[in-house]
């Protein structure tokens, strides 16, 4: 019997020949990624006495969470990082890029078929490369740096296939917000995800990241897309190691298959307080906002901001509403100014801020005041996760978060815009 | 490894965020306590040492934040028992050795204010208010060998021993 995806790439990572779902295994880890929570493992690791990591050259360490530092404490953090990564010998350190995950894919680090651990839970978006990626605490990173390997069980897997379509206006994070409002948030706990199927293959690799990133929000532990020549194609120049494509084996055995059919499909919103709690957008009663946030590892990328931007060309952000737009990375910000983008925010009275998590976790620019609203393209609306208990967070598209900005309360984005974006 | 206590219980999907919000990691101890599960504000100033919470489905989904078993293990919390947990969450407890079990059922037997006794290392969770006896699942043998040793560090801690010493 062949393997899924999963058991593929765990059956590399442990040097075996086979692993199947439900075994336990200890893997060796391809990729360590740590933002700011290397500081708390360098400080571990010294205080234990580590000299040397397993291998520094398997390392990254980005700065995401706290850029620029906003206060004191957090320029303390990041220096006390900047010399670990000195003293430890660590060549891959992107202290200003941009949010890890983006920073990750557009550098070439994440490699179909291998296996990366992150200091971050939405590490499951380099599924969309088809690498087994997770998230982990401090305590297991600071094992893994030092030792190189983890305990872990494989896991069983489900399959997603996703057909129908195309849906004018509609974007891959409406279809990420269907399925956890249709299966739950627990419909992949302890488990990994293959999303699949003939929207799968047609989704541009921005896309596909959106996805993989809120598989975590379906309890998922991998939340791959097979590898195919679009994703060795987006790695050429950024790798100077070989990509090759990578899937599962034809006869793989899935704990379950699910369809999921997006001809018709509305934009969707989840409303406080579980990225679960999903509705269509034409069911949601009129809901003023105080702040509309574009960006975050889930939709800060290019084609996110291009899609924004054609909304908001020509008009105004209401003036009730605040719209901040934080781009994923250096590079997206880069090409969004290329683009005109930038300019088409400034000009309708946004916000643009550094690239970084920003308001996402609620750590820095943009919190919420109590009984504050706020739209937001980001992937957990968790009660008080962008700032006071007391506000609230609906999760929508870059598309409805750019024409709620506009009105100042939620709105179909389909009213100013009707072009298919899925690509 | 037995462990008695009195329940504190919760509902489904109960999140990171609100057992170490985000605005409070940074914080100290004393500030950092106050927010603990702010969705119920008597929690962190009412709950004892050796407490045990039972929850619903998906306890600790969200952030791989390592502060939210740690924040509970810090107050003094003696264990979890919940329906099923997020794996980021169930994982970080594994590594700091705070036990958490999980119990089908055990949100049905469980009424807030009853004694449980747990015995960790078979995972049989007795409700002593109304004599009910579940089984939940047990830890594997790699799982409580990092419990039994206080956590993967003391487990790292012997092994750079052992490779100093060979």
Not at chain 1, 63 to 77: I, K, N, Q, S, W
Not at chain 1, 350 to 363: D, L, S
Request: with cysteine; charged share 20%.
């Amino acid at each position: 019997m062949g393997m899924t995806m999963a058991e593929k790439a765990l059956a590399r990572a442990s040097g075996q020949g086979r692993v199947e779902a439900g075994q336990y295994i200890t893997a060796i880890v391809d990729r360590m990624m740590a933002h700011e929570a290397f500081a708390p493992c360098a400080i571990t690791l010294k205080r234990l006495g580590v000299k040397e990591l397993y291998d520094p050259d398997r390392v990254i360490v980005i700065l995401d969470h706290y850029f620029p530092a906003p206060t004191v404490r957090m320029a303390e953090g990041h220096k006390l990082i900047r010399q670990a990564v000195e003293e430890y010998g660590i060549k891959h350190f992107l202290g200003h890029a941009g949010i890890c995950h983006q920073v990750m894919c557009e550098e070439g680090y994440v490699l179909p078929g291998h296996l990366i651990l992150g200091t971050d839970s939405h590490t499951t978006t380099y599924g969309a490369f088809g690498a087994a990626s997770a998230g982990i605490g401090v305590t297991e990173m600071s094992y893994v740096l030092a030792t190189g390997e983890l305990w872990m069980r494989a896991p069983p897997t489900i399959r997603f296939d996703l057909k129908g379509g195309p849906s004018p206006g509609i974007m891959s994070k409406d279809i990420i917000l269907y399925i956890a409002g249709v299966f739950t948030t627990e419909v992949a706990q302890y488990r990994a995800i293959e999303f699949a199927g003939e929207v799968a293959a047609r989704m541009s690799l921005a896309s596909r990241m959106t996805l993989s990133n809120m598989g975590v929000e379906l309890g998922a532990k991998f939340a791959f897309f097979e590898a195919d020549e679009k994703t060795t194609e987006y790695l050429k120049g950024r790798t100077s190691e070989e990509a090759r494509t990578f899937g599962p084996d034809p006869d793989a055995e899935y704990e379950a298959i699910h369809t999921v059919d997006i001809t018709g499909l509305e934009p969707q919103v989840a409303l406080p307080d579980n990225p679960g709690n999903v509705e269509p957008i034409s069911e949601l009663v009129d809901q003023p906002v105080d702040q509309a946030f574009l960006g975050s590892c889930t939709n800060g990328r290019l084609e996110d901001l291009a899609v924004a931007a054609q909304i908001l060309k020509g008009r105004q952000v209401n003036p009730r509403t605040r719209l901040l737009v934080t781009p994923a990375s250096q590079e997206v910000l880069l090409q969004a100014t290329r683009a005109g983008y930038t300019e088409t925010f400034l000009q309708a009275g946004a916000h643009i801020t550094p690239a970084g998590c920003g308001p996402c976790p609620g750590g820095h620019m943009g919190l919420l005041a109590s009984n504050e609203v706020c739209v937001s393209s980001t992937n957990r609306n968790f009660r008080g996760r962008m700032g006071s208990p007391e506000s609230q967070v609906f999760l929508a598209s870059p598309a409805t978060v750019a024409a709620s900005a506009i009105t100042g309360r939620i709105t179909d984005p389909r009213r100013f815009w009707s072009e298919t974006t899925l690509s | 490894m037995i462990s008695k206590g009195r329940v504190w219980k919760f509902g489904h999907d109960v999140d990171t965020d609100v057992m170490a919000p985000w605005s409070s990691l940074t914080e100290p101890w004393e500030e950092r306590r106050k927010v603990i599960l702010h969705i119920r504000p008597e929690f962190a100033e009412q709950a004892r040492p050796g407490d045990i919470i039972v929850a619903g489905r998906n306890w600790g989904c969200g952030s791989s934040r390592e502060q939210a078993p740690e924040n509970l293990k810090n107050l003094g919390i003696g264990a979890v028992v919940a329906e099923s947990f997020g794996r980021i969450y169930f994982r970080n407890s594994v590594a700091i050795a705070f036990p958490n079990i999980v119990c089908l059922g055990v949100h049905d037997v469980f009424e807030e204010g009853d004694e449980m006794e747990l015995d960790l290392s078979t995972a049989r969770v007795r409700n002593l208010t109304c004599s009910t006896e579940l089984q939940g699942q047990s830890y594997t043998a790699e799982m409580l060998n990092i419990l039994e040793k206080g956590g993967l560090l003391n487990v790292l801690k012997e092994r750079l021993l052992n490779k100093a010493g060979g």
